[in-house]
Protein backbone atom coordinates (compact mmCIF):
# COMPACT_ATOMS: atom_id res chain seq x y z
CA UNK A 1 0.00 0.00 0.00
CA UNK A 2 2.34 2.43 1.28
CA UNK A 3 4.98 1.81 -1.95
CA UNK A 4 1.85 2.16 -4.33
CA UNK A 5 0.93 5.22 -2.34
CA UNK A 6 4.65 6.50 -3.01
CA UNK A 7 4.54 5.98 -6.50
CA UNK A 8 1.49 7.68 -7.25
CA UNK A 9 3.07 10.64 -5.92
CA UNK A 10 6.17 10.93 -7.49
CA UNK A 11 4.42 12.19 -10.73
CA UNK A 12 2.76 14.99 -8.63
CA UNK A 13 6.57 15.74 -6.88
CA UNK A 14 8.06 16.21 -9.99
CA UNK A 15 5.36 18.45 -12.06
CA UNK A 16 5.51 20.25 -8.82
CA UNK A 17 8.89 20.40 -9.28
CA UNK A 18 9.17 21.26 -13.15
CA UNK A 19 6.51 24.36 -11.83
CA UNK A 20 8.51 25.72 -9.88
CA UNK A 21 11.24 26.22 -12.35
CA UNK A 22 12.05 29.89 -13.82
CA UNK A 23 12.40 29.48 -17.56
CA UNK A 24 13.31 32.54 -19.71
CA UNK A 25 14.96 33.46 -22.98
CA UNK A 26 18.03 35.49 -23.20
CA UNK A 27 18.73 38.09 -26.08
CA UNK A 28 20.81 35.48 -27.56
CA UNK A 29 17.89 33.29 -28.03
CA UNK A 30 18.54 30.87 -25.15
CA UNK A 31 16.64 29.41 -22.98
CA UNK A 32 17.93 29.98 -19.25
CA UNK A 33 16.51 27.70 -16.65
CA UNK A 34 16.93 27.99 -13.00
CA UNK A 35 15.74 25.70 -10.57
CA UNK A 36 15.45 28.46 -7.73
CA UNK A 37 16.21 32.47 -8.19
CA UNK A 38 19.62 33.18 -8.58
CA UNK A 39 21.34 34.14 -5.50
CA UNK A 40 25.31 35.20 -6.37
CA UNK A 41 25.30 37.23 -9.56
CA UNK A 42 28.40 38.64 -11.66
CA UNK A 43 27.68 41.53 -13.85
CA UNK A 44 29.54 41.59 -16.78
CA UNK A 45 28.97 45.04 -18.27
CA UNK A 46 27.61 48.27 -16.86
CA UNK A 47 24.15 48.28 -18.43
CA UNK A 48 23.78 45.13 -16.95
CA UNK A 49 24.21 46.10 -13.72
CA UNK A 50 22.12 48.68 -14.08
CA UNK A 51 19.19 46.39 -15.27
CA UNK A 52 19.46 44.53 -12.22
CA UNK A 53 19.53 47.27 -9.37
CA UNK A 54 16.46 48.54 -11.16
CA UNK A 55 14.96 45.23 -11.41
CA UNK A 56 15.39 44.59 -7.68
CA UNK A 57 18.37 42.40 -8.07
CA UNK A 58 20.90 44.75 -6.26
CA UNK A 59 21.21 42.72 -3.59
CA UNK A 60 22.06 39.80 -4.98
CA UNK A 61 24.89 41.19 -7.19
CA UNK A 62 28.32 39.45 -5.64
CA UNK A 63 30.36 41.24 -8.28
CA UNK A 64 30.50 43.55 -11.37
CA UNK A 65 32.56 44.64 -14.16
CA UNK A 66 34.56 48.04 -15.02
CA UNK A 67 32.94 50.70 -15.50
CA UNK A 68 29.96 49.51 -13.46
CA UNK A 69 29.68 53.24 -11.79
CA UNK A 70 25.28 53.37 -11.69
CA UNK A 71 23.76 53.35 -9.00
CA UNK A 72 25.84 54.37 -6.42
CA UNK A 73 26.02 51.13 -4.78
CA UNK A 74 27.44 49.17 -7.81
CA UNK A 75 30.54 50.95 -6.95
CA UNK A 76 30.99 49.42 -3.69
CA UNK A 77 31.11 45.71 -5.71
CA UNK A 78 34.14 44.17 -6.75
CA UNK A 79 35.26 43.84 -10.78
CA UNK A 80 36.45 40.84 -12.03
CA UNK A 81 37.70 42.93 -15.15
CA UNK A 82 35.20 43.12 -18.25
CA UNK A 83 34.16 40.78 -21.56
CA UNK A 84 37.70 41.58 -23.15
CA UNK A 85 39.77 40.88 -20.10
CA UNK A 86 37.86 39.13 -17.51
CA UNK A 87 39.55 37.51 -14.50
CA UNK A 88 38.06 34.25 -15.29
CA UNK A 89 39.82 32.49 -12.28
CA UNK A 90 38.40 35.11 -9.32
CA UNK A 91 34.87 34.69 -11.08
CA UNK A 92 34.59 31.13 -10.82
CA UNK A 93 36.12 31.39 -7.18
CA UNK A 94 32.95 33.58 -6.05
CA UNK A 95 31.08 30.81 -7.00
CA UNK A 96 28.36 32.53 -9.41
CA UNK A 97 24.69 31.13 -9.93
CA UNK A 98 24.17 33.00 -12.65
CA UNK A 99 26.39 35.09 -14.84
CA UNK A 100 25.29 38.04 -17.16
CA UNK A 101 27.50 38.85 -20.43
CA UNK A 102 27.06 41.34 -22.59
CA UNK A 103 26.05 39.35 -25.78
CA UNK A 104 28.85 41.18 -27.96
CA UNK A 105 31.07 38.81 -30.40
CA UNK A 106 33.80 38.53 -27.73
CA UNK A 107 30.45 37.79 -25.19
CA UNK A 108 29.45 34.77 -27.25
CA UNK A 109 32.50 33.31 -27.00
CA UNK A 110 33.41 33.79 -23.34
CA UNK A 111 29.95 32.67 -22.69
CA UNK A 112 30.53 29.51 -24.04
CA UNK A 113 33.29 29.36 -22.04
CA UNK A 114 31.93 30.15 -18.68
CA UNK A 115 29.03 27.63 -19.60
CA UNK A 116 31.84 25.24 -20.17
CA UNK A 117 32.65 25.30 -16.85
CA UNK A 118 29.30 24.55 -15.30
CA UNK A 119 28.38 28.57 -14.96
CA UNK A 120 24.70 29.18 -15.87
CA UNK A 121 24.60 32.01 -18.44
CA UNK A 122 22.13 34.61 -19.58
CA UNK A 123 23.29 37.04 -22.65
CA UNK A 124 22.04 40.71 -22.76
CA UNK A 125 22.36 42.67 -25.57
CA UNK A 126 19.02 44.71 -25.73
CA UNK A 127 19.02 46.09 -29.35
CA UNK A 128 15.38 48.19 -29.41
CA UNK A 129 13.72 49.91 -26.30
CA UNK A 130 10.69 47.18 -26.08
CA UNK A 131 14.00 44.72 -25.33
CA UNK A 132 15.32 46.91 -22.25
CA UNK A 133 11.81 46.61 -20.87
CA UNK A 134 11.26 42.71 -21.05
CA UNK A 135 15.24 42.84 -20.28
CA UNK A 136 13.74 44.16 -16.73
CA UNK A 137 11.04 41.61 -16.21
CA UNK A 138 13.16 38.88 -17.30
CA UNK A 139 15.39 39.39 -14.70
CA UNK A 140 13.50 39.72 -12.23
CA UNK A 141 11.91 36.57 -12.88
CA UNK A 142 15.70 35.14 -12.72
CA UNK A 143 16.65 36.75 -9.39
CA UNK A 144 13.06 36.28 -7.53
CA UNK A 145 11.67 39.74 -8.48
CA UNK A 146 9.63 39.29 -10.62
CA UNK A 147 6.73 42.16 -9.00
CA UNK A 148 9.56 44.85 -9.16
CA UNK A 149 10.90 43.81 -12.82
CA UNK A 150 7.32 44.09 -13.85
CA UNK A 151 6.87 47.03 -12.09
CA UNK A 152 10.33 48.77 -13.47
CA UNK A 153 9.43 47.42 -17.30
CA UNK A 154 6.22 49.49 -16.78
CA UNK A 155 7.61 52.66 -15.34
CA UNK A 156 9.92 52.44 -18.53
CA UNK A 157 7.24 51.70 -21.18
CA UNK A 158 4.85 54.71 -19.70
CA UNK A 159 7.46 57.09 -20.02
CA UNK A 160 8.55 55.37 -23.45
CA UNK A 161 4.94 56.06 -24.67
CA UNK A 162 5.02 59.69 -22.92
CA UNK A 163 8.28 60.38 -24.71
CA UNK A 164 7.03 59.10 -28.70
CA UNK A 165 3.70 61.25 -27.92
CA UNK A 166 5.96 64.99 -26.88
CA UNK A 167 8.66 64.81 -29.90
CA UNK A 168 7.14 62.77 -32.54
CA UNK A 169 7.20 64.60 -35.69
CA UNK A 170 4.01 66.65 -36.41
CA UNK A 171 2.91 67.66 -39.66
CA UNK A 172 5.00 69.99 -41.21
CA UNK A 173 7.79 69.40 -39.13
CA UNK A 174 11.44 68.82 -40.58
CA UNK A 175 13.59 65.55 -39.86
CA UNK A 176 16.58 66.56 -38.56
CA UNK A 177 19.88 64.53 -39.74
CA UNK A 178 22.16 63.92 -37.85
CA UNK A 179 25.71 62.10 -37.35
CA UNK A 180 26.71 60.77 -34.16
CA UNK A 181 30.33 60.25 -33.82
CA UNK A 182 31.90 57.74 -31.45
CA UNK A 183 35.60 58.40 -32.13
CA UNK A 184 37.38 60.00 -33.52
CA UNK A 185 41.02 58.18 -34.54
CA UNK A 186 39.55 56.51 -36.30
CA UNK A 187 36.46 58.05 -37.32
CA UNK A 188 33.27 55.81 -35.98
CA UNK A 189 30.19 56.24 -35.91
CA UNK A 190 26.93 54.14 -34.64
CA UNK A 191 24.79 52.10 -37.23
CA UNK A 192 20.88 51.61 -37.04
CA UNK A 193 21.51 48.72 -35.01
CA UNK A 194 22.07 50.36 -32.38
CA UNK A 195 19.28 51.80 -29.63
CA UNK A 196 20.95 55.75 -30.35
CA UNK A 197 19.57 55.41 -33.77
CA UNK A 198 16.15 54.03 -32.25
CA UNK A 199 16.32 57.69 -30.34
CA UNK A 200 17.40 59.45 -32.76
CA UNK A 201 14.26 58.30 -34.49
CA UNK A 202 11.79 58.98 -32.20
CA UNK A 203 13.15 62.42 -31.66
CA UNK A 204 12.23 62.96 -35.85
CA UNK A 205 15.90 62.31 -36.64
CA UNK A 206 17.51 60.27 -39.15
CA UNK A 207 21.31 59.22 -38.83
CA UNK A 208 22.72 59.14 -42.00
CA UNK A 209 25.13 56.85 -41.78
CA UNK A 210 23.04 54.26 -40.15
CA UNK A 211 22.77 51.52 -43.09
CA UNK A 212 26.04 50.13 -41.80
CA UNK A 213 26.41 46.50 -41.26
CA UNK A 214 28.83 46.80 -38.13
CA UNK A 215 27.22 47.77 -35.49
CA UNK A 216 30.66 50.62 -34.49
CA UNK A 217 31.39 51.08 -38.23
CA UNK A 218 34.74 53.42 -39.04
CA UNK A 219 33.92 55.86 -41.15
CA UNK A 220 35.61 58.44 -43.90
CA UNK A 221 35.07 62.26 -43.44
CA UNK A 222 34.74 62.13 -47.26
CA UNK A 223 31.30 60.12 -46.26
CA UNK A 224 30.42 62.49 -43.40
CA UNK A 225 30.77 65.49 -45.48
CA UNK A 226 28.63 63.83 -48.90
CA UNK A 227 25.77 63.04 -46.33
CA UNK A 228 25.75 66.72 -45.25
CA UNK A 229 24.71 66.64 -41.63
CA UNK A 230 22.31 69.51 -40.01
CA UNK A 231 23.81 68.28 -36.76
CA UNK A 232 26.76 66.40 -35.37
CA UNK A 233 25.99 64.65 -31.79
CA UNK A 234 28.64 62.55 -29.73
CA UNK A 235 28.24 60.93 -26.02
CA UNK A 236 30.03 62.89 -23.03
CA UNK A 237 29.85 66.14 -21.37
CA UNK A 238 32.02 68.72 -23.93
CA UNK A 239 31.83 69.35 -27.48
CA UNK A 240 35.12 70.62 -27.93
CA UNK A 241 37.01 67.32 -29.26
CA UNK A 242 33.76 67.40 -32.05
CA UNK A 243 34.54 71.03 -33.25
CA UNK A 244 38.56 70.66 -33.13
CA UNK A 245 37.98 68.06 -35.40
CA UNK A 246 35.23 69.35 -38.21
CA UNK A 247 36.44 73.08 -38.19
CA UNK A 248 38.23 73.19 -41.12
CA UNK A 249 35.04 71.67 -42.97
CA UNK A 250 32.82 74.78 -43.24
CA UNK A 251 30.94 73.66 -46.16
CA UNK A 252 29.60 71.39 -43.73
CA UNK A 253 25.99 72.48 -43.00
CA UNK A 254 26.25 71.67 -39.10
CA UNK A 255 30.07 73.11 -38.88
CA UNK A 256 28.56 76.46 -40.74
CA UNK A 257 25.62 76.67 -38.43
CA UNK A 258 27.75 75.33 -35.01
CA UNK A 259 25.33 72.48 -34.32
CA UNK A 260 27.65 70.15 -32.32
CA UNK A 261 26.20 68.68 -29.16
CA UNK A 262 27.44 66.24 -26.38
CA UNK A 263 24.43 63.96 -24.67
CA UNK A 264 25.83 62.24 -21.57
CA UNK A 265 27.09 59.13 -22.68
CA UNK A 266 26.48 56.68 -20.10
CA UNK A 267 22.80 57.45 -21.19
CA UNK A 268 22.64 56.86 -24.48
CA UNK A 269 25.16 54.10 -25.76
CA UNK A 270 24.31 51.95 -22.40
CA UNK A 271 21.58 49.61 -23.40
CA UNK A 272 19.59 50.15 -19.97
CA UNK A 273 16.73 51.83 -17.76
CA UNK A 274 18.71 55.17 -18.32
CA UNK A 275 18.46 54.97 -22.08
CA UNK A 276 15.30 57.21 -21.64
CA UNK A 277 16.74 59.82 -19.95
CA UNK A 278 19.53 59.94 -23.31
CA UNK A 279 16.47 60.26 -25.50
CA UNK A 280 14.89 62.80 -23.79
CA UNK A 281 18.36 64.98 -24.35
CA UNK A 282 18.46 64.04 -27.38
CA UNK A 283 14.97 64.65 -28.23
CA UNK A 284 15.41 68.38 -26.91
CA UNK A 285 18.49 68.80 -29.00
CA UNK A 286 17.09 67.75 -31.87
CA UNK A 287 14.15 70.34 -31.12
CA UNK A 288 16.51 73.20 -31.07
CA UNK A 289 18.28 72.26 -34.01
CA UNK A 290 14.75 71.76 -35.95
CA UNK A 291 13.70 75.37 -34.70
CA UNK A 292 17.41 77.29 -35.51
CA UNK A 293 17.04 75.15 -39.15
CA UNK A 294 13.35 76.74 -39.97
CA UNK A 295 14.65 79.88 -39.08
CA UNK A 296 17.30 80.09 -42.18
Same mark, same amino acid.
Given at each position: MLRRLTASLIPLLLAGSAAAAIRVTDDAGQAVLMEKPAQRIISLAPHVTELLFEAG? #???????SDYSDYPAAAKQLPSVGNVFAL???RLLAMRPDLVIVWGTGKGHALADQLRANNIRIFESDPKNYEQVA?????? #??LTGNAATGQQAAKRFRDRLQQLQSRYQLKAGEAVVTVFYQVWHQPLMTLSDQHLVSSAIRLCGGKNLLGAQQDISPKVGTEAVIAANPDAILTGGESTAQLEQFWQHYQTMSAV??????????DWLNRNGPRVLDGTEALCQVLQKVRAQKSRR
Open positions: A #GKQVIAVDTESSLERL #GEKNRQFYAIKG
